[in-house]
């Protein structure tokens, strides 16, 4: 591990995961008026559970109910959303959720961002020797 990944720890790959989801999250927006389109969102946690090495978070569940899911994540901690309203053309996007989502997800990202600024800021402060 070198001195960066110490520095930055988490919230460097957090970052890249926050990123992806307003990817996907804009798909969906892109997508609302597209006949059989599936909206779809990213498991936060555990795609940055994947990322993590074993050694910076262990959990271990006590019973097996505790971490059941609704539906199984794909390649990527893709998850297909599941809508409130049905549309007769098979599109699951939900303008009023996209936005909601987004706009919790660019927030999130946002707070990590400043983090990583923040680490940053301590570098080069102990850099110059102040």
Do not use: C, W
């Not at 940055?48 to 019973?63: E, F, H, K, M, N």
């Not at 936005?99 to 660019?106: I, R």
Request: charged share 25%; proline share 3%; hydrophobic share 40%.
């Amino acid at each position: 591990m070198n001195l960066l990944d110490k520095t930055f720890g988490i919230h460097a790959k957090a970052l890249q995961v926050r990123g992806q989801r307003l990817e996907v999250l804009s798909q969906n927006i892109a997508n609302a008026d597209t006949p059989g389109y599936k909206a779809r969102d990213i498991d936060f946690k555990s795609v940055l559970g994947r990322v993590q090495s074993p050694d910076d978070l262990a959990i271990s569940a006590t019973r097996a109910q505790h971490f059941s899911s609704a539906e199984p994540a794909s390649d990527g901690g893709l998850l297909y959303r599941v809508p409130f309203n049905t549309a007769f053309d098979g599109n699951t996007v939900e303008m009023s959720v996209e936005q909601a989502q987004y706009g919790k997800a660019a927030a999130d990202y946002q707070a990590t961002l400043q983090f990583l600024e923040d680490d940053i800021s301590g570098l080069r402060k102990a850099l110059r020797g102040d």
